[in-house]
């Protein structure tokens, strides 16, 4: 069987799901392609495991200072080159296209008539999953953006659906250290990270963003965007503070790591995600860089770790025995092996309630 792996590029979130799924995928009989766009080609980084990958400009998100500009994505966006693209990408020879939120393989293979399987966070919302209110037109782009045959929706919790659980690289946490905290906020401006984290100086903070090297700020330290290393910080931290992606989040969740979150402001996925942590009770939620709710959340406890299973060698069999087994069989045999050190608390609503730690 031959496979075109499409990968969102916008975000590590997509990536990072990817290299867990690809290893598993490489051990059965099928042969890998990848097409990645939503980012210029030389911004990716540690890119080993796929190879000589094709790459697009695609279709992605303006955001400014920590919040979605839609006039500017719908915009700055170049939809005569994407449909260009779309023409141009050679997917008859493929029996499969797997997309992972990524428009280009998902349109190409919809005009070509290929099969195809949506494996994302994303698909988990054509499902009855935690919500937020209004966001009509972001929630409309998120089911028309990369349109696939099947969804294969992936969330912390199922929630009496039949999503997945989340499809995370094997990890294991290291000795914590008590006063380390991680922090990955790729759409909020540095100079206001570092201010939000400079007062608090028992605490050891490790910030990723987009610099070129090292730099040590006190007890700050700014570190360049690097998978291994960002992994390896992950392991023994006390906690992290990110966007409201669902990726890292899923890996805090393994890992028993606290969080706090601060979802893109106008972003569907982002806010319903931090209305899923607080209704899981699994994360603290911040419309600002407020410090006063960052001092409470540092002094709380880490969570029980959520030993999620194997789900990428799953998947893996799923897809090169022809998808043979129902979704609802699939997902009920993932999640019956997990001792859930969490519930979902239905009365929670679909209003957030920034401030609330937990």
């Known amino acids: 069987m031959r496979v075109l792996y499409g990968i969102q590029g916008t975000g590590n979130g997509h990536l990072a799901r990817a290299r867990a799924l690809v290893p598993a995928l490489r051990k059965t009989s099928i042969e890998l392609d990848f097409v990645l766009s939503g980012r210029a080609r030389e911004d990716y980084f540690n890119m080993e495991l796929f190879g000589d990958f094709a790459s697009y400009d695609g279709l992605s998100l303006v955001t400014e200072r920590g919040r979605l500009k839609a006039w500017e994505t719908v915009t700055q966006n170049s939809i005569r080159q994407f449909m260009h693209d779309c023409s141009s990408l050679d997917v008859g020879q493929y ?8 428009p280009l393989s998902a349109w190409a293979a919809r005009r070509h008539r290929v099969p195809t399987v949506g494996i994302s966070h994303q698909c988990a919302f054509n499902y009855a999953v935690p919500k937020v209110r209004g966001y009509w037109n972001s929630s409309l782009i998120m089911k028309v953006f990369a349109p696939t045959a099947m969804h294969v929706g992936l969330h912390w919790h199922h929630f009496n659906q039949p999503i997945l659980p989340p ?27 570092l201010d939000f984290v400079r007062p608090f100086t028992e605490y050891k903070f490790v ?22 290393e960002f992994h390896r910080d992950l392991q023994d931290c006390f906690g992290v503070i990110s966007n409201a992606g669902f990726e890292l989040a899923s890996e805090c969740l393994a890992l028993g790591k606290k969080l706090l979150v601060k979802p893109l402001a106008g972003q569907f996925e982002q806010l319903s995600n931090a209305l899923a942590l607080q209704a899981l009770n699994r994360g603290t939620v911040i419309e600002t860089l407020n410090k006063k709710t960052l001092g409470k959340w540092l002094c709380k406890p880490c969570h ?4 999620y299973p194997d789900v990428a060698t799953a998947l893996a069999q799923w897809i090169e025995s022809g998808r043979e087994q129902s979704l609802e069989e699939l997902a009920d045999e993932l999640w019956s092996g997990i ?9 929670f609503g679909r209003n957030l309630l920034p401030g609330i730690v937990s």
Do not use: C, W
Not at 95 to 102: H, K, Y
Not at 339 to 347: C, E, G, K, V
């Open 95 to 102: 029996d499969l296209i797997i997309s992972d939120f990524e």
């Open 167 to 193: 499809l995370i690289e094997p990890l294991k946490s290291g000795r914590t250290d008590g006063n380390k905290i991680l922090v990955y906020m790729g759409f909020e401006a540095l100079e206001e990270v």
């Open 304 to 307: 029980d770790q959520i030993d």
């Open 339 to 347: 001792d859930m050190p969490i519930s979902f608390d239905r009365r």
């Open 207 to 228: 910030i990723y963003a987009r610099v070129e090297q090292e730099q040590q700020l006190g007890h700050l330290t700014v570190k360049p965007l690097s998978h291994i």
